[in-house]
């Protein structure tokens, strides 16, 4: 039993600090060096900018209203540490799960995993609440959620992230297949691009095949020590 503790408090470190989460308590004599948070302009009519984890695992603002034909772009921060956000479209049911396409329905946006870019999508309709969130692993159930039109009672935004934060580490780790434009409510006409503040030259943005060697990498430490304990 302490054996297997120790192993599971090990790889509990080791996924934090690979994804980017809070890391474990530890004593350094070098002060880690701030991110380079890029600060989205001031609204405009007919356009919301949204600032994705400034400085802390939030979208700020994090709940509002958007008008059909409203372009609501999100700004992630320039990183250079591999550390990564995504604006993924879920559902009020289920706050930390990518909104799959249904018989009925087309799948929710999605932005992928990134950082140092611009993603934006556009309200089609207005009567109906948005529900998105982080998917990087543990970011959702940090509380990194938000909502677009959400009901000022019954299913509202505090609802909404109570239940992520509830989730907390027990949060599914979902797959990264980049962007996707379509979606419940809202969409998007284009991917994720680095074209404003911020933005960190292409030579030192995390490629796609960093982002799933990550992936891999843990799933494959994991099943390892699934094997031992076992």
Known sequence: ???????????????????????????????????????????????????????????????????????????????????????????????????????????????????????????????KPIWFHCKFPLHCGLGMVGAINAPTSGNTFDSFMAAAVKIGSSEVTENDNGAVLSGVNANATAAPSATGSGALPAATQPSSALKTGVNVGAALLGAAFVLVLA
């Open 1 to 127: 039993m302490l054996f297997a503790t120790g192993v599971t408090l090990l790889f509990s470190s080791f996924a934090l600090a690979q994804y980017g989460g809070p890391p474990p308590a530890q004593t350094t004599t070098t002060a880690p060096a701030a991110a380079a948070v890029p600060s989205a302009p001031a609204n405009t009519t007919g356009h919301v900018n949204i600032n994705v984890a400034p400085g802390s695992f939030t979208y700020s603002p994090n709940n509002f209203n958007a008008t059909n034909g409203t372009q609501v772009t999100f700004w992630f921060p320039a990183i250079n540490q591999g550390i990564m956000h995504s604006v993924t479209q879920g559902s009020f049911a289920n706050p930390c799960t990518y909104l799959a396409a249904t018989s009925n329905s087309s799948a929710g946006f999605d932005s992928g995993l990134t950082n140092s870019d611009q993603f934006t999508i556009t309200i089609t309709d207005d009567t």
